[in-house]
């Protein structure tokens, strides 16, 4: 009698690997948003009161963006503008609307620890694409779209990349002509490769390569 072996399908181990994967990324960012809430409950509230101290306004800027799927949420961050400025999306490192506070906190990026929040609820993640403002990523097409799949985060192979964006649109001539034809693409193709190499050790590298470099 011939023994029977059952059919071993390598793709579909790898598949079930990557959903593995995926739901480590979930605990993981959950654990880490709530513990670096507490961690960072005093520096947070100190650069809430620097705020309140440097303009008017509220504390947090909220603000749609697109996310998993693109569905819309509100990211929650620091404000950095005056209040109730209006505008272009894209912003310089120049723009008269960034306050005095302001400039150091996007420099620094601090005005994106508040985006814990957002983590801590599961509208994003700690690694992913940048969440954008409604025109871009919900606009995406073919396979593009692909990169819906992911939760969008606070840090990111083509966030660290652009890490001085303002700085490099506040030397353009046409800001958001170069944003939409040479930054946008890339950062495209950027997070279409992060999201067909996704490893979770690898966005352990990359959370450390945002902190320290």
């Given at each position: 009698?011939?023994?029977q072996?059952?059919?071993?399908?390598?793709?579909?181990?790898?598949?079930?690997?990557?959903?593995?994967?995926?739901?480590?990324?979930?605990?993981?960012?959950?654990?880490?948003a709530?513990?670096?809430?507490?961690?960072?409950?005093?520096?947070?509230l100190?650069?809430?009161?620097?705020?309140?101290?440097?303009?008017?306004?509220?504390?947090?800027?909220?603000?749609?963006?697109?996310?998993?799927?693109?569905k819309?949420?509100?990211?929650?961050?620091?404000?950095?503008?005056?209040?109730?400025?209006?505008?272009?999306?894209?912003?310089?490192?120049?723009?008269?609307?960034?306050?005095?506070i302001?400039?150091?906190?996007?420099?620094?990026?601090?005005?994106?620890?508040?985006?814990?929040?957002?983590?801590?609820v599961?509208?994003?993640?700690?690694?992913?694409?940048?969440?954008?403002?409604?025109?871009?990523?919900?606009?995406?097409?073919?396979?593009?779209?692909?990169?819906?799949?992911?939760?969008?985060?606070?840090?990111?192979?083509?966030?660290?990349?652009?890490?001085?964006?303002?700085?490099?649109?506040?030397?353009?001539a046409?800001p958001?002509?170069?944003?939409?034809?040479?930054?946008?693409?890339?950062?495209?193709?950027?997070?279409?490769?992060?999201?067909?190499?996704?490893?979770?050790?690898?966005?352990?590298?990359?959370?450390?390569?945002?902190?320290?470099?």
């Amino acid at each position: 009698m011939l023994r029977q072996y059952s059919t071993w399908r390598p793709c579909n181990v790898a598949r079930n690997e990557h959903k593995i994967g995926f739901l480590c990324k979930w605990c993981f960012d959950r654990v880490v948003a709530l513990v670096g809430l507490v961690v960072l409950a005093v520096p947070l509230l100190v650069i809430a009161m620097l705020i309140k101290t440097d303009s008017k306004g509220p504390v947090f800027f909220l603000q749609w963006r697109i996310g998993k799927d693109g569905k819309p949420f509100r990211i929650c961050k620091f404000r950095t503008m005056t209040h109730q400025s209006e505008g272009d999306s894209i912003t310089t490192a120049t723009d008269p609307r960034i306050t005095q506070i302001g400039h150091w906190l996007r420099h620094s990026k601090a005005d994106c620890l508040t985006e814990l929040i957002n983590v801590l609820v599961g509208q994003m993640s700690l690694v992913g694409p940048r969440p954008d403002v409604p025109g871009y990523a919900d606009r995406l097409q073919g396979d593009d779209r692909k990169i819906l799949q992911l939760r969008p985060g606070i840090t990111g192979p083509a966030s660290i990349k652009y890490r001085n964006e303002e700085e490099l649109l506040a030397h353009q001539a046409a800001p958001k002509a170069y944003n939409d034809t040479v930054i946008w693409p890339d950062k495209v193709k950027i997070n279409l490769n992060y999201l067909e190499n996704w490893t979770f050790l690898g966005d352990i590298k990359l959370i450390f390569k945002t902190v320290f470099h």
